[in-house]
């Protein structure tokens, strides 16, 4: 299984992007998805998550009230809607997938098992 992302690119301040993360190939019914980013020579940062429901999200103090996380069960497609983006928000975003049946959400990078290949988002002033 792979995670295929699209969806970056670069904005001005205050503009809006939104990400999406799908699967290919061989896939399982139940996935928690998370959303994680990365700037150069630093560790991946948390930013958002929600449940295999879609009926808990948890999101990074960075991010609330500006960023949205989403889902489609049917296609096991995960969502990152970014509103009034700030130039610290340019980085690397990653999406991730966790095999998980129950009602969780994860933050840690070590908690999922799969990764897409990241999509870099710029945003100027």
């Known amino acids: 299984v792979q995670l295929v992302e699209s969806g970056g690119g670069a904005v001005q301040a205050g503009d809006s992007l939104r990400l999406s993360c799908a699967p290919s190939g061989r896939t399982f019914s139940t996935y928690a998805m998370g959303w994680f980013r990365q700037t150069p020579g630093k560790e991946k940062e948390f930013v958002a998550a929600?449940?295999?429901?879609?009926?808990?999200?948890e999101y990074a103090d960075f991010v609330k009230g500006r960023f949205t996380i989403s889902k489609d069960s049917a296609k096991k497609t995960t969502f990152l809607e970014m509103n009034s983006l700030k130039p610290e928000d340019t980085a690397v975003y990653f999406c991730?997938?966790?095999?998980?049946?129950?009602?969780?959400?994860?933050?840690?990078?070590?908690?999922?098992?799969?990764w897409g290949q990241g999509t870099q988002v710029t945003v100027s002033s």
């Open positions: 991730a997938f966790r095999k998980s049946p129950g009602g969780d959400t994860y933050k840690r990078e070590s908690e999922y098992g799969l």
């Open positions: 929600i449940n295999w429901s879609g009926r808990t999200t």
